[in-house]
């Protein structure tokens, strides 16, 4: 019975995904952005189950990465889509590259055993977080001219590069929990704490629509950081 409690857990994640893909259709943005964080939940303990319970199966690896792609590739693919269309028609298309490319990123993941200890090209959680918390913000403000729709699009292009690119990006997972062996995760995390407490104050005296924007400023932090470490150790 217990071999199938992770691959249950990844159906959880597949099913969050698909919700978030037909909320992200009917314009339902915030709840797309929900279901994707559930996936992702799901997702961070899938695998860990599997370790914890030595059940690890080549299948649970095959569905991982097919839930994956429709969580972290297809929903914030829709999501953007549906976002820009009204603004810059079918040119929104080029939205749903994310989904083909976060697939081949998924795909060359499986086979680099380079990545057991960190990531080469950003994790395609990563990218899907960035997008469905831009879009859910984007839209809870109704904040959407033509100039930033058409600098979304294009920026989408440079993610889908981004995650297919040889560019190394740390990993979250620990194997202990000593500073020497993990300063860059501990400092990562200190500055999403630092983050969260700045975008708390701030939306306090603005407006509370800013925390949906809170996944999107992360991200851009862990990537700054994945890319201040490549400099430091290559000087």
């Known amino acids: 019975m217990k071999k199938h409690i992770p691959n249950t857990i990844t159906c959880c994640n597949l099913l ?5 893909v037909l909320a992200a259709s009917h314009g339902h943005f915030t709840l797309a952005f929900l279901f994707i964080l559930l996936g992702a939940f799901f997702d961070f303990f899938d695998g860990m189950s599997a370790r914890a319970l030595h059940v690890g199966q080549p299948i649970g ?3 991982d990465s097919l839930a994956d792609d429709i969580t972290f590739g ?3 693919a829709v999501m953007l889509f549906t976002y820009l269309k009204p603004v810059i028609d079918w040119w929104a298309l080029i939205a749903l590259l ?3 490319f976060s697939a081949l990123r998924l795909a060359k993941f499986n086979l680099d055993e380079r990545q057991t200890s960190s990531f080469i090209g950003l994790a395609t959680p990563a990218n899907a977080i960035f997008w469905a918390s831009l879009t ?5 403000v109704e904040f959407s001219p033509l100039w ?3 600098l979304m699009a294009v920026f989408s292009l440079f993610s889908c590069w981004l995650l297919i690119a040889e560019v190394p990006f ?3 997972k620990f194997h202990d929990f000593t500073w020497k062996n993990n300063k860059v995760k501990f400092i990562f995390l200190i500055g999403v704490v630092v983050l969260l407490i700045a975008t708390v104050i701030t939306a306090a005296f603005t407006t509370w629509n800013l925390m949906w924007n809170i996944g999107a400023i992360i991200i851009i932090w862990y990537i700054l950081l994945s890319l201040c ?4 150790q290559s000087a």
């Open 136 to 140: 859910a913000y984007l839209s809870v």
């Open 170 to 172: 740390f990993s979250l």
């Open 98 to 100: 994310m989904a083909a």
């Open 61 to 63: 690896k095959e569905l």
């Open 229 to 232: 470490t490549i400099k430091v």
């Open 74 to 76: 297809l929903a914030p």
């Open 16 to 20: 969050s995904g698909s919700v978030a």
């Open 148 to 150: 930033l729709c058409v």
